[in-house]
Antibody, heavy 119, light 106 residues
Framework: EVQLVESGGGLVQPGRSLKLSCVAS????????MNWIRQAPGKGLEWVAY????????YFAETVKGRFTISRDNAKNTLYLQMTSLRSEDTALYYC????????????WGQGVMVTVSS | VQMTQSPSYLAASPGESVSISCKAS??????LAWYQEKPGKANNLLIH???TLQSGTPSRFSGSGSGTDFTLTIRSLESEDFAVYSC?????????FGGGTKLELK
């Protein structure tokens, strides 16, 4: 069974940093591109970042470019999102999601981890 | 690419059929996916390529459309279908989602 379990969320002050993790199981993690997608309270889903299976290709949403870093450790079956210079508008439920092919739609999602940016 | 869903809320009863619209701000060919969202559960990919059912998606779900106009139809609603549904284009980066349609029990 494919499972994606996010962790690392919490309450953080504006301007501070936070690192999210997503541990994958039930599939060969190193074969799949992975994404972070978020959902602010009362809003729709927003794609945040993508990393290819071998970390060769990385893309970011314009709203987080230069502040967020995506990485992965295929030996640990883990995806990361390093978030810096956090803003109140980054407050959201953050999901990791597997990308089934080279095209970016998402066949498995985690249950999400909440990040709240507030003083 | 901006994705606009309608309606935002929809009330229906079990056994009824409903349709949800998703419009893209420019042509996306058939590069559209539909997801089901339930609180506390992982989002579920229902349909990709506009009309291709993902493995495990019940046949009462169907998708149609291409270009800019798409529709998700659910026939003979079952209790487990009451959820939020979102469309997503993947024709170009960044992938973008519609605002969601909440399907509620009437």
């Amino acid at each position: 069974e494919v499972q994606l379990v996010e962790s690392g969320g919490g309450l953080v002050q504006p301007g501070r940093s936070l690192k999210l993790s997503c541990v994958a199981s039930g599939f060969t993690f190193s074969n799949y591109g992975m994404n972070w997608i978020r959902q602010a309270p009362g809003k729709g889903l927003e794609w945040v970042a993508y990393i290819s299976s071998g970390s060769s290709y990385i893309y970011f949403a314009e709203t987080v470019k230069g502040r967020f870093t995506i990485s992965r450790d295929n030996a640990k079956n883990t995806l990361y999102l390093q978030m810096t210079s956090l803003r109140s508008e980054d407050t959201a439920l953050y999901y990791c999601a597997r990308q089934t092919t080279v095209v970016p739609y998402f066949d498995y999602w985690g249950q999400g981890v909440m990040v709240t940016v507030s003083s | 690419v901006q994705m606009t869903q309608s309606p935002s809320y929809l009330a229906a009863s079990p056994g009824e059929s409903v349709s949800i619209s998703c419009k893209a701000s420019k042509s996306i060919s058939d590069n559209l996916a539909w997801y089901q969202e339930k609180p506390g559960k992982a989002n579920n990919l229902l349909i990709h390529s506009g009309s291709t059912l993902q493995s495990g998606t019940p046949s009462r779900f169907s998708g149609s459309g291409s270009g800019t106009d798409f529709t998700l139809t659910i026939r003979s609603l079952e209790s487990e279908d009451f959820a939020v549904y979102s469309c997503q284009q993947y024709n170009e980066y960044p992938p973008t989602f519609g605002g969601g349609t909440k399907l509620e029990l009437k």
